[in-house]
């Protein structure tokens, strides 16, 4: 029998108001909201100057980068860096519950920085982020708008060096220490909330596997190889389940 999505809020409500240890894990469906899509949506592009068609994954990989620079800076630009986007109602509810003492951490798949920008202080980004560049060779840092507004390829202002983004790229490993901060959360942690994911990218996705805590709760509009495994599964959009989910707990 399925339950009625104003029982699932409630539960879900009530047991962030029980809990004091929360961490939420997200993907690229917290930011939807916001109008980034998923980058896998930009398919076949480049067939024609490269003589070949390439998958997104393909253009965001280590390789890539190297032998087609130009191509993946194009890419990059157009197709993963958002300055406009700003955070959503889903973002803004993360920020309220740790403001609240309860989400102790954010752990995304996110580049985009957008939960920072909401307000959250302990975010970790699993596959680095966009407003973080660094040159390959002196590692001067620089913003993301140093890179954006490059034409071609962005080379550093003292040395002439390539400026790359400090994103985890395909082929490429995650940060350790972002690995050990993530695990240690989540192992803490006596309730998991995951959303916006459908948990495919891997080793991200297998973090959850670190949980024993008491409520594991699952929020995608699409199911996941974790349905199975949660406490809890609410199959609607993010940004408003859990805004309405984090209003009910802490406002009353």
Known sequence: MMQDKDELLARLAEWIKE????????????????????????????VQKLHRECSPEEMVSHTFLMRHTEEFFDFYKKHLVYPEARPNAAHEALADLERAGKLKAVVTQNIDGLHQMAGSQTVYELHGTVHRNYCVSCGKRFDARYVMEQDGIPHCDVCGRMVRPDVVLYEEGLSDATIESSVSAIRKADMLIIGGTSLVVYPAAGLIRYFGGKHLVLINKSETSADSHADLVIHEDIASTLRRAVDMAIKG
């Open 19 to 46: 809990s004091d240890n929360i961490v939420f894990f997200g993907g690229a469906g917290v930011s939807t909201a916001s109008n980034i899509p998923d980058f896998r949506s930009a398919n076949g592009l480049f």
